[in-house]
């Protein structure tokens, strides 16, 4: 029987390496540009923001839930969107008894409403499994890692997912700051900044 102090990597066992292995592959690529066109307007428009992502993370995760990645992003109608995934029973269940979910919607005007989506084609199920086999292992909650990114350098706080690096668990978390973006990564396992 699973004791309460046993650590989530014991709990995940085997299935924790698929679905990391599974994450690595959707990967963000090193040195990656962000001086695309979609980028631009995507930070040009964080001006109409209303919420915090931290704002939105402690929303979502009243009751339990567990943020497992956050991003501002345009909708399908190319609107800004706030996105978050999570674990619906935490952290602790392993992902195939988990409801995996993503919050999006508008983050002009409060308060804000999201509509919650639970997760049933394979690419999202993979990915959403991935974040939250990562964010098991890490040393401080995602809500955390962005305050600590926020505090540690300018700018706002538009995207933080989760990924494999060379062999280790990073959330990679992108600011905006005076039009440019900054990408800055975090060694989940540690809760250190990388060089």
Not at 52 to 66: F, I, N, Y
Not at 112 to 118: C, G
Not at 136 to 152: E, R, V, W
Request: with cysteine; aromatic share 6%.
């Amino acid at each position: 029987m699973e004791t309460a102090s046993q650590c989530p990597k014991e709990r995940f066992g085997a299935l924790a390496l698929i679905t990391i292995a599974l994450a690595a592959t959707a990967t963000v690529a090193f040195a990656k540009s962000y001086d695309d066109q979609e980028t631009a307007a995507l930070v040009q428009a964080l001006a109409t923001n209303k919420i915090s992502m931290t704002g939105g993370l402690r929303q979502v995760s009243k009751g339990g839930e567990a943020p497992i990645s956050a991003k501002f992003e345009f909708d399908d109608n190319h609107k800004l969107s706030l996105s978050t995934y999570t674990a619906e029973k935490g952290l602790a269940t392993n992902p195939e008894n988990n409801a995996l979910k993503e919050y999006s919607g508008s983050p002009e005007a409060k308060p804000w409403t999201p509509e919650a989506e639970v997760f049933k084609d394979i690419p999202h199920v993979a990915r959403a499994s991935g974040q939250l086999i990562l964010l098991a292992l890490a040393k401080h909650s995602l809500a955390d890692f962005i305050a600590m990114a926020q505090k540690q350098h300018k700018g706002m706080v538009f995207s933080a997912i989760p990924e494999v690096q060379n062999h280790r668990p990073v959330l990679v978390v992108l600011l905006a700051d005076d039009g440019k973006v900054n990408e800055y990564r975090y060694d989940l396992a540690s809760g250190h900044a990388l060089p």
